[in-house]
């Protein structure tokens, strides 16, 4: 695997690390900030962004283990893992800008430092395989 994919796939982990970590603890602290949510919408958001935290986290914790396997000679489980994880990420940015597009209940095209944080990284990892 290339360096560039590893680096990139690492860099796709710290974020869904720092996504998990502002979602499933921080929400009350971050929610105008960074995820544009009034005060008053977190106590209805604040179990579904703890389970959405965590589905950041398990998608962290894929591209380490696969990261790991590559480089413990392990390469067709590593790059299987790392595969199948960066077509969820990149997979799952696109939900989100589509659903970011469908939302009413707010301006639309809120979500694209989102859609750009989590699709990206993970783009490059597919390129550079």
Do not use: K
């Amino acid at each position: 695997m290339s360096v560039v994919a590893q680096v990139a796939a690492g860099v796709a982990a710290l974020v869904h690390l720092v996504v998990w970590v502002w979602e499933a603890f921080l929400i009350h602290r971050v929610h105008h900030s960074v995820f544009r949510q009034p005060a008053e919408d977190v106590p209805a958001i604040r179990l579904w962004a703890f389970g959405v935290g965590f589905y950041n986290l398990l998608l962290a914790c894929g591209l380490i283990a696969g990261l790991v396997a590559v480089n413990s000679g392990h390469e067709l489980v590593g790059r299987t893992l790392v595969i199948y994880v960066s077509w969820f990420m990149l997979l799952g940015s696109v939900v989100l800008a589509v659903a970011d597009q469908l939302a009413m209940s707010r301006p639309r095209n809120q979500a694209w430092g989102g859609v750009a944080a989590e699709g990206i990284p993970p783009l490059v990892v597919l390129l550079f395989l």
